[in-house]
């Protein structure tokens, strides 16, 4: 207890005064000003003793909050904004003076650097709350807020000029070469939207982290057999359709922190392979899960991003392409581990040297993430 009693004395003064409790933002992107502007409300409460709020105020609260936790990135390069604080009081009359809970205005403001195509908002790990953030790009808000947790990037915003009426739409060079060899608009922009639909669903598992090709791949470390391969690779497959279908349609809202826990499952299924071989219910339902992890890992990409979150409507269509293009490269990962497994098993050292290796291997890697993402 005088251990406890003594490092709790130890504590700067400050962390006991006013604290920023919440933090909500407003993204404001001008593309063709080449400016951004952020706008952020901080709800402050104060500590119950006066003499401890006077150590550090509102304002300074909010702004240490801003310049250590927030960070404005372009294209990977940090930027640092001019910041202006702004108090308001948003207790009633009836509520003592020490309780008064604050909120701060700060506004953070800089300049888009020449040739930047892509902004993102970067939360610390250290931050002890999560932020709620709304993007308006020329004045036209997107279509859903993001909720940035601690350690991670917002979605990234495309912020090159743009020549369509959507400021969300990216206008690519292949479009705009199409146009230029006098295919009609309209039949150019429906083309270039179905190559990038299945195109971006096809890469995306290839593009992404690991764990999405080592997903297919851990099927086959149970057991080769036909039908027990095929329940478990439509298993994934279910999963996987499911979530991006319904992120696609905004159905529901994209899970940041997808990967720690496909890493778990991951780990999960290859240690299974060294207690038995043989197809269990529970191990279904762990790869149904796997598969809605992988899909929200998969709504995380840029692509996914351009074609589902930046336009305001978005078609079915787009939809089952980009979702066919996902399934068929899972497919393909699937039948090439299974082509390679096959070929080694007719080995005598096959179980040794080859499938106990690699889940000790899958195993591992999806331990390292988990780790990784929430340490």
């Known amino acids: 207890m005088l251990i406890?009693?003594?490092?709790?004395?130890?504590?700067?003064?400050?962390?006991?005064?006013?604290?920023?409790s919440s933090v909500s933002l407003i993204t404001h992107l001008d593309t063709e000003g080449r400016t951004y502007f952020l706008d952020a409300a901080m709800a402050v409460i104060p500590s119950q003793e006066q003499e401890r709020n006077d150590q550090i105020s509102p304002e300074e609260a909010a702004r240490q909050f801003a310049e250590e936790y927030l960070s404005v990135f372009f294209d990977e390069k940090e930027q640092i904004p001019e910041i202006d604080i702004e108090r308001i009081n948003t207790s009633d009359e009836e509520t003592p003076q020490e309780l008064q809970q604050q909120e701060v205005l700060v506004k953070m403001t800089g300049s888009i650097p020449k040739n930047a195509r892509e902004y993102l908002l970067y939360l610390?790990?250290?931050?002890?709350?999560?932020?709620?953030m709304v993007a308006i790009k020329d004045e036209k808000p997107e279509r859903r807020m993001?909720?940035?947790?601690?350690g991670e990037y917002s979605r990234p915003i495309?912020?090159?000029?743009?020549?369509?009426?959507d400021p969300f739409e990216v206008v690519s060079q292949e479009k705009r070469a199409v146009a230029s060899l006098g295919t009609s608009e309209e039949k150019a922009g429906q083309q270039k939207e179905e190559r990038g639909a299945f195109g971006s669903g096809w890469m995306g598992p290839f593009d992404g982290p690991l764990l999405l090709i080592l997903l297919p791949g851990?099927?086959?470390?149970?057991t080769l057999k036909g039908w027990p391969t095929v329940i478990q690779l439509g298993a994934v497959l279910v999963g996987q359709n499911m979530v991006i279908s319904l992120v696609a349609l905004d159905l529901i809202s994209p899970i940041p922190s997808a990967e720690p826990i496909l890493g778990g499952l991951l780990a999960t299924l290859a240690g299974e392979t060294f207690l038995h071989r043989k197809l269990r219910w529970w191990r279904l339902v762990a790869l149904?899960?796997?598969g809605v992890m992988a899909g929200l890992m998969l709504t995380q990409r840029a692509d996914f991003y351009r074609l589902f979150?930046?336009?305001?409507?978005?078609?079915?269509?787009?939809?089952?392409?980009?979702?066919?293009?996902?399934?068929?490269?899972?497919?393909?990962?699937a039948l090439f581990s299974a082509l390679l497994l096959l070929t080694l098993r007719r080995f005598d050292w096959y179980e040794k040297s080859v499938i106990q290796p690699l889940a000790v291997l899958i195993g591992a890697y999806g331990s390292f993430e988990v780790i990784k993402n929430l340490f």
């Open 4 to 20: 406890v009693a003594l490092s709790l004395l130890a504590l700067p003064v400050s962390s006991f005064a006013h604290q920023v």
């Open 218 to 222: 851990v099927i086959f470390l149970l």
């Open 124 to 132: 610390d790990p250290s931050s002890p709350m999560a932020v709620v």
């Open 309 to 333: 979150v930046e336009p305001e409507q978005v078609g079915f269509g787009q939809v089952i392409l980009y979702v066919t293009g996902a399934e068929i490269a899972v497919v393909v990962a």
């Open 146 to 150: 993001q909720v940035i947790l601690a």
């Open 158 to 165: 495309n912020v090159q000029p743009v020549m369509d009426e």
């Open 288 to 290: 149904v899960v796997a």
